[in-house]
């Protein structure tokens, strides 16, 4: 297993808690359809909301180009296959968190409603 990957599970599952505490309900991790994968999907105050979570060692990369148009594009992709699959008729909003994981910090940023893409 690469360092890469496991920095990024390790900041799945901060995000997980993260949104834990803050009463979301997840539903689903690693919902994966043809080449798409949604990290995590949770649902609060009757929406759904689908996470993209992005886990860095240090702050210089900017967060406006750790996600292009291709991967927003397999996100909706994933994101409407999970609707359909699962029958789901909610509110639904796509979110990105950032984690900062530093030696002995670690920083986390929540952006709602971070695209549109009904």
């Known amino acids: 297993m690469s360092e890469s990957y496991k920095l990024g599970k390790e900041g799945e599952q901060i995000a997980v808690s993260f949104?834990?505490?803050?009463?979301?309900k997840i539903l689903?991790?690693?919902?994966r359809f043809q080449?798409?994968?949604?990290?995590?999907?949770?649902?609060?105050?009757?929406?759904?909301?689908?996470?993209?979570v992005k886990t860095r060692t240090s702050d210089y990369t900017p967060i406006?180009?750790?996600?292009?148009?291709k991967k927003l594009k397999l996100i909706t992709l994933a994101a409407n296959e999970?609707?359909?699959?699962?029958?789901?008729?909610?509110?639904?909003?796509?979110?990105?968190i950032y984690i900062i994981k530093k030696i002995n910090t670690t920083d986390i940023k929540h952006i709602k409603n971070a695209f549109v893409a009904f």
């Open 35 to 52: 080449k798409a994968e949604i990290d995590i999907v949770a649902e609060v105050k009757n929406t759904l909301v689908i996470v993209e």
């Open 28 to 31: 689903d991790l690693n919902f």
């Open 19 to 24: 949104l834990k505490k803050k009463n979301y």
């Open 82 to 96: 999970y609707l359909i699959r699962n029958k789901i008729n909610l509110e639904t909003r796509f979110d990105i």
């Open 64 to 69: 406006e180009s750790s996600i292009n148009d």
